[in-house]
């Protein structure tokens, strides 16, 4: 317990840290964390893209294997959610804002501003932006965190352990090293990159429902709106948290996944329904006999087309 407590306060205080430094100099706080994922994303892009297809290769062969028989829990556990459920949150924290905004703006954005490779607005780049967002949103992204998540399960449920990241590694560094100096700056940095990315959700998030409910409603399109549902969304995570999983966090996302049902029948409603399903089917065999080359695609010697992975 000790150990946790201490893991809160060192991210409380980095986290505290990053937010007055942005609230100070939001423009230099910008430009060094602009320059870090470039650095990344030119240097080490080769190495992302490979730990990732190896944690999907990894995935397929657990669920085939005998490994995949391992319950995540005791012998006599039984599961606290019924299927359904489990697959709703799931699903709702692993898509969340994206399910209704990114998924219809990321291949409009790959077709028309941006493209991965084809004249922007041609016929091959609207089949190649719908071809890449079935690969960003696709089994890829799944796999990393079903192994997170298979690792932290079992540590958690099958061997009684801290749900910490530290506490996962014991086996590879010992148990000493993960109680002491570098066991702490690892649980750190997991804490941080998770506050960091529910932050960033949150924001993009807020200005996508502003800008929804001024074109919707005619309200303000401004800071203090954003500030207002930010606000909201805020209060409803932490009362959905507080409640519990077996209470908020599964209701919510039952309502989530019933929302996202009847957004897919209104769309089918009202079309263009023929479009949409041969578009679709015509997507999934190019996502499916592209896989590969865009799993593993870094065009190295064509500047334009990698500034685009980058991106």
Known sequence: MKSVTKVFWYSLAVCTAVVIWGAISPGALESITNT????????????????????LIFSVYLIFSKYGKIKLGKEHDKPEFSLPSWFAMLFSAGMGMGLV????????????????????????????????SFFHWGVHAWAVYGIVALVLAYFKFYRDTPGLISATLV?????????????????????????????ATLGFGSGQITGGLSFL??????????????????????????SGIGRGIKY?????????????????????????????TNTLGNYISDFFDMSLRLAPLDNDNRGWINS
């Open 217 to 242: 409603f005619g309200t303000p399109d401004s800071f203090s709106v954003q500030i207002i549902v930010l606000v909201v969304a805020t209060l409803l995570f932490i009362v959905s948290a507080w």
């Open 171 to 199: 086996p590879l560094f010992g148990k000493d090293a993960m109680e002491g100096i570098a066991g702490k700056l690892i649980d750190v940095l997991a804490v941080v990159a998770t506050i960091f990315g529910v932050a």
């Open 36 to 55: 870090i994922t470039t650095f990344i994303s030119v240097n080490f892009g080769w190495y992302y893209l490979l730990i990732v297809m190896l944690m």
């Open 252 to 280: 919510l996302s039952n309502i989530n996944m019933g929302l996202a049902f009847v957004l897919l029948l209104l769309l089918f409603i009202v079309g263009p329904t023929l479009y949409i399903l041969n578009m679709f």
């Open 101 to 132: 905004f990114w998924t219809t703006a990321e291949p409009v954005s790959h077709a028309f501003l941006t493209t991965p490779g084809a004249e922007t607005g041609s016929e091959q780049a609207i089949k190649d932006g719908l071809k890449f």
